[in-house]
């Protein structure tokens, strides 16, 4: 049984910076393609971040050069450094497994099979 556990998050102001981790339980850490969604109140669900098998990364434009995704395969544990928050980054987010790199897109969210239950981000301005 594949189980995506998400910790952290919060609230913070503005500029400021936070952390959500997303452990990985009944899967060959290795072999999977990881990723982070989030999602506001009335808005679709939004690719925030991906890392390949091979360790490649690739994010969404609106978060180049604040946000890092990286992972402790020690720890089975996948991570979303934010820094410099803004306030439209205030979303549920998600972690999410694939097998693979959805064909369609990195973040095709119907390309990946496993997901968290989600921890809440708001930023104040």
């Known amino acids: 049984q594949v189980q995506l556990v998400e910790s952290g998050g919060g609230s913070v102001q503005a500029g400021g910076s936070l952390s959500v981790s997303c452990a990985v339980f009944?899967?060959?850490?290795?072999?999977?393609?990881m990723g982070w969604f989030r999602q506001a109140p009335g808005k679709e669900r939004e690719g925030v971040a991906a890392l390949g098998i091979d360790g490649s990364t690739t994010y969404v434009d609106s978060v180049k050069g604040r946000f890092t995704i990286s992972r402790d395969n020690a720890k089975n544990t996948l991570y979303l450094q934010m820094n410099s928050l803004k306030p439209e980054d205030t979303a549920m987010y998600y972690c999410?497994?694939?097998?693979?790199?959805?064909?369609?897109?990195?973040?095709?969210?119907?390309?990946?099979?496993?997901w968290g239950q989600g921890t809440q981000v708001t930023v104040s301005s």
């Open positions: 009944g899967y060959t850490w290795s072999t999977i393609y």
């Open positions: 999410a497994s694939a097998r693979f790199r959805p064909m369609r897109s990195w973040d095709f969210a119907g390309g990946y099979n496993y």
